[in-house]
């Protein structure tokens, strides 16, 4: 994996501010991390383009990695497919799935994801994870969306995209970071 770096929120005009940017690096990358998540911005988005070895779920864990293993996660998930859609809701559980019960991904086929973080540097607040996910299967796929919730007042400074199933995003997966200004900031 390489983090790019991203330019000077200083110098940017506009709502969203790129912070940085993870490449799979083809061979053994499980997990991106992103740590040091500046505190200065309402949200965080989070744009994935997975590229995996196999199949697998994209999850979102090990928040500020402290290595946490309570079971203070959970989500709620709308699936469909074309011809039929599910619901359904996780609790007390250590990770936030985004594409919960499906296998997504393939080393040609990818998953795409948009995650946006609410209020992730407020420290009174539960942090929200609102996704939108689209897995194409070549004519056949699923399509998610989820709230997740890790609750926890902690500033939400670090955290990590996992596959499931021990595989590895390949060289063209990519996946952005940006910070959500406030307005007027």
Known sequence: ???????????????????????????STSAIVFSN????YQDLYLVIYSLQSGAGSLIIDNFNLDGDANSNRSYTKLQGDGS?????????????SLTPGYSTGSSTIPTTAQVH???YANTSTYKTLLSRVAAD???SGTTFLNV?????????????ISTASANYFTANARISLYGVRTVNQ
Do not use: C
């Open 84 to 96: 039929s859609a599910t619901s359904g809701r996780v609790t007390s559980t250590t990770t936030i």
């Open 1 to 27: 994996m390489a983090l790019l770096p991203s330019v000077a929120a200083g110098s940017m005009h506009g709502a969203v501010v790129p912070i940085a940017t993870a490449i799979g690096n083809g061979t």
């Open 148 to 160: 997740g919730m890790w609750a926890s007042t902690s500033a939400l400074s670090a955290f990590q």
């Open 37 to 40: 998540i500046p505190q200065i």
């Open 137 to 139: 299967a070549n004519g």
């Open 117 to 119: 973080i609410l209020n």
